[in-house]
């Protein structure tokens, strides 16, 4: 463990305890079928990033209420639900270094448990009475869903443009991280200028957060990335790091690379071949330096902030965030 993570742990204890709790106490339901499931995926080692970041927000903006912890689960509930829904569409086998869970409890129980995670987020929207946050939470699960069916439709795609490959990203990731930070605002009642300024925050570390977790397909061991490495490629996702090396790759090897990425029924030695070449045309280095440029602009925008330690913590998590691999 990094120094850095080790840090932002003890620093940030008790609020992960706060939400930990609040994630068990709101998802209490009549089934015990839902409770296995969300509990199967909600309570398997996630790092709890997106509520820490909501409940951050409202403290830097000043909110001195009890329900924050309550109000962070939303983003937990939602990421959770893509994550049962993904792993279906993706046809995984593992998540988090464990068994998916449609792989126990059939791909029925997986899709409507995630379907009454959505549901759960949106009730518990509606209870801050604020309509901004409840138009914010609608909002943001039409972008999640939309960026899940435009990666869906671009699989396998060689051409997908740089471009495009951000406009997934940040509806399917971004978003989430962004409307994590907004709503911390929001229901703290922050003016508009530092309501914005945290919304871009989210923006950008959600968009560096994504790029670094597409170079563990590459770059990590099954042990820490909790999947089997090399998956995102079997299963026909366009990554930044391809994109770039397909690029700049001269016609013979971008030939190769195209091979690899378009057989269905490429080896494990096919994968290993592939990760040089990606190093060779700058894939993996001009991944690591757009994930550092939309850090960088992320922490520039909490200048609008007084130095404090609740800043000093969320400047930490945007490290943090190109960290992925620890």
């Known amino acids: ?57 409202a403290r830097l903006c000043g909110y001195n209420g009890n329900y924050d912890k309550t109000f962070s689960v939303i983003f937990e509930y939602l990421h959770a639900a893509t994550l049962l829904h993904d792993d279906l569409v993706d046809e995984a086998a593992m998540r988090r270094g464990k068994p998916v869970a449609n792989s126990i409890y059939g791909n029925a129980a997986a899709v409507l448990v995630g379907d009454f995670l959505l549901a759960r987020s949106l009730s518990i929207a509606a209870a801050t009475d604020k309509i ?11 972008d999640m869903s939309q960026g899940e069916i435009h990666q869906l439709i671009s699989k396998g795609n060689i051409h997908l443009a740089e471009k495009e490959y951000l406009e997934v990203i940040r509806r399917k990731t971004a978003a989430l991280i962004q409307g994590a930070c907004h709503t911390g605002a929001l229901i703290a009642e922050a003016p508009p200028p530092k309501a ?10 959600g968009m ?85 440029r939309y850090v960088t602009e992320a922490k520039n925008q909490l200048a609008v902030f007084q130095e404090s330690e609740t800043k000093k913590l969320l400047l930490m998590l945007a490290d943090f965030a190109l960290m992925r691999n620890d």
């Open 1 to 57: 463990m990094t120094n850095l993570k080790t840090e932002i742990l003890a620093r940030a204890a008790a609020d992960l305890e706060a939400i930990e709790q609040a994630l068990r106490s709101n998802l209490s339901t009549y089934l015990d079928l839902v409770e296995k499931v969300a509990g199967h995926i909600l309570f398997s080692g996630g790092k709890r990033f997106r509520p820490l970041l909501m409940v951050l927000s």
């Open 132 to 142: 901004e946050v409840i138009k914010s939470i609608g909002a943001i699960t039409e």
């Open 196 to 205: 914005s300024a945290l919304a871009a925050f989210g923006l950008n570390l």
């Open 208 to 292: 560096a957060f994504q790029m670094a977790d597409d170079l563990l397909d590459y770059l990590a061991d099954t042990k820490i990335l909790g999947k089997e490495v090399g998956a995102d490629l079997r299963e026909g996702k366009m990554t930044l790091p391809l994109i770039h090396a397909l690029q700049a790759a001269p016609a013979d090897d971008r030939q190769k690379m195209e091979n690899i990425i378009c057989n269905k029924d490429a080896t494990a030695q096919d994968f290993i071949n592939l990760i040089p070449m990606l190093e060779r045309y700058g894939g993996i280095d001009y991944t690591n330096q757009m994930a550092a």
